[in-house]
């Protein structure tokens, strides 16, 4: 079992380190039971989850495999409320009685990849491997193996991305640098290329298995071979610039627990996911945020109009002689522009005296033209304020005391960094751990005081470029 602990630091500004807040809420699935193991969810669209159990199929048959241990097979079960739980096998036009699962699918559900025991090895004892099928109805048909199984190997919990195109797995090939290692491969015309080990910065000297690949382009996997404490934690890892970076353990505690954690599936928006831990058998577990959902946000602009046009319309300029009169701004009796139009960048949001005077050279004396209070108001807004650029591990705060949304009353700022990390408040701070170009969305929520009122959200965004650290 792991040991878990925590260490706080502090800057030395004197700023407290904010580390990423753990607001996802974790529950144990109702499909999970207290006599089956239940592991490795997988959705199905947006109501079904696929997933295995050791619970039979065929009460006539022993479900042990050759070392004793429960066969798994395929579930499915809906959720999205009605009967949810329990769930029914999920069924083949080839019933394979020696286990099948974990899955994956791709092409809308229409294509599967999952592992199945198969054919016995050199020993003597059954294999698995990865095989694909076909979605027909409620039923999986045109069962074919993936081309690079092999006996001799264990080729186990598959992923294949949503155009069908790239399979992650684990396996333990003879390059495999630890007992089982996660590897790639990729469709090539109607073929799969040769599985390529992924590389020393996700795979170790122990057990790297359950790849998911996030299309905002990260890789997370279940590994005992990084600073676990001890057992199985979920990492992950970004591909950029033509190769992984350097393995990284989920910052949720709620989700790595002292106990075994595996599996984990998201949904794109990190709103919602699954993930299996181990107990005294193993579960399902969902998590979940209550933090809304920030939709079709705009770009955040520069927070005022900077530049503005003086111009003054109530002089006749064709009939003044600029040999004899001489006009002229003053910005707040300092700052002083010849001429009758002036384009001027006022330094920020406030309240400026602007003054338009008429030089008359033969009189010597001057007329006052225009003489008013001009206000630079804040842009209609919420509005983030934190750098343009950072280095990767760079801690840098956020801050949205500039937003400026009349007849809105603030209840909640939340933040979402665009790499799977949310925040709350008017200020927060956050990290980056690979380079790349994320996406900041700040959002607000309406104060409302009857509950049965739905809160008003605004949100805006702005892009951040996170360069390799020095």
């Given amino acids: 079992m792991k040991q878990f602990f925590f260490i706080g630091l502090l800057l030395l500004t004197g700023h407290q380190v904010l580390f990423p807040q753990d607001y996802y809420i974790v529950r144990r699935s109702r499909i999970s039971t207290n006599i089956h193991n239940e592991r490795a969810p997988m959705p199905l669209g947006d109501s079904l989850l696929v997933y295995i159990s050791t619970r039979s199929i065929n009460s006539a048959k022993l479900n042990l495999d050759q070392n004793g241990n429960d066969f798994f097979y395929m579930f499915v079960s809906r959720t999205d409320g009605r009967n949810f739980g329990g769930g ?24 599967m990849v999952f592992s199945q025991y198969y054919a016995p090895n050199r020993l003597g004892a059954k294999s698995i491997g990865l095989f694909f099928a076909d979605r027909d109805d409620n039923r999986w048909i045109n069962i074919r193996p993936f081309e690079h199984n092999d006996p001799d190997n264990v080729l186990y919990t598959p992923f294949i991305t949503e155009n069908g195109n790239t399979l992650y797995f684990s396996a333990d090939f003879d390059d495999a640098i630890g007992g089982y290692d996660i590897y790639v491969s990729y469709l090539k015309g109607s073929r799969w290329t040769v599985p390529e080990n992924i590389g020393r910065s996700i795979n170790t000297e122990h057990t790297e298995f359950y790849p998911f690949y996030h299309p905002i382009g990260r890789l997370y996997f279940s590994s005992d071979g990084f600073d676990t404490r001890g057992g199985f934690d979920i990492f992950q890892s970004e591909f ?10 989920l910052p949720f505690s709620r989700i790595n627990s002292p106990n075994d954690d595996y599996a984990l599936v998201m949904a794109d928006n990190f709103e919602s996911g699954y993930f299996e831990r181990r107990g005294a058998t193993y579960d399902i577990y ?15 602009k520069s927070n005022y109009h900077r530049r503005f046009l003086l111009k ?39 309240t400026y005296r602007v003054r338009f005077e ?25 509005a983030i304020s934190c750098p343009d650029t950072v280095r990767v591990n760079q801690l840098f705060r956020v801050d949205a005391r500039e937003t400026n949304l009349p007849d809105f009353e603030i209840d909640q700022y939340y933040w979402d960094f665009g790499d799977g990390i949310k925040g709350e408040g008017i200020e927060s701070s956050h990290s980056y751990g690979y380079p790349g170009n994320y996406r900041i969305i700040l959002g607000v929520r309406e104060k409302v005081t009857n509950r049965r009122d739905e809160p008003e959200l605004r949100s805006n965004f702005k892009d951040i470029v996170v360069i390799p650290g020095s």
């Fill in 358 to 382: 008429v030089y008359d050279k033969l009189l010597d004396s001057t007329r006052v033209v225009l003489d008013k209070n001009q206000i630079i108001p804040y842009r209609i807004q919420a």
């Fill in 312 to 350: 003054d319309n109530s002089l006749d300029q064709d009939t003044i002689d600029p040999e004899l009169f001489e006009m002229a701004w003053i910005i707040d009796d300092t700052i002083k522009f010849p001429g009758s139009e002036v384009i001027y960048a006022f330094p920020g949001p406030g």
């Fill in 286 to 300: 969902e998590f979940s945020t209550d933090i809304p959902v920030f939709k079709e946000s705009e770009k955040f």
């Fill in 240 to 249: 950029f610039k033509g190769q992984w970076m350097p393995a990284e353990k």
């Fill in 88 to 111: 029914k096998d999920v069924v083949f036009s080839e019933r394979n009685e020696l286990g099948t699962g974990p899955c994956s699918f791709a092409r809308n559900g229409n294509l």
